[in-house]
């Protein structure tokens, strides 16, 4: 839910920033000012989804956003309770071997 709950947020902001944008530009200020404070922001947004690329080695998507939110709540909730993820995650990857392993062997 919380995953969710941050795309919706994100949506939000998104439409908060048009408006914004829309109402300094045609009735506060001028294009002249705004251009520049649109080119930036763009530029601001371009650098932090370079930056999620550098750091995750994954696209910025919202699917690849909503995963690794689920993701992190999931390791968080498991290590509240007592569970040991390096171990859980070492044997999730072994199960996943010996099953390629299984396709291999059944498809021959």
Same mark, same amino acid.
């Given at each position: 839910? !919380?995953?969710?709950?941050?795309? =919706?947020?994100?949506? @939000?902001? $998104? /439409? ?7 109402q $300094? ?5 001028? =294009? &002249?000012?705004? +251009? ?7 530029l601001?947004? @371009? ?10 080695? +994954?696209?910025?998507?919202? +699917? ?8 992190? !709540? #999931? &390791? ?7 569970? &040991? ?10 199960r996943?071997? $010996?099953? #390629?392993? /299984?396709? +291999?062997?059944?498809? !021959?």
């Amino acid at each position: 839910m !919380r995953a969710r709950a941050v795309l =919706w947020t994100g949506y @939000a902001a $998104l /439409l908060a920033q048009f408006g914004i944008f829309y109402q $300094l530009t045609f009735y506060e200020l001028s =294009w &002249d000012v705004m +251009e520049p404070v649109s080119y930036f922001t763009g530029l601001a947004v @371009a650098i932090g989804v370079f930056t999620w690329y550098i750091s995750t080695e +994954e696209e910025c998507t919202n +699917e690849n956003i909503f995963q690794r939110i689920v993701r992190r !709540r #999931k &390791d968080a909730m498991y290590v509240s309770t007592g569970h &040991d993820i390096i171990k859980y995650r070492t044997l999730r990857q072994q199960r996943e071997q $010996l099953d #390629k392993l /299984l396709g +291999e062997q059944s498809a !021959r």
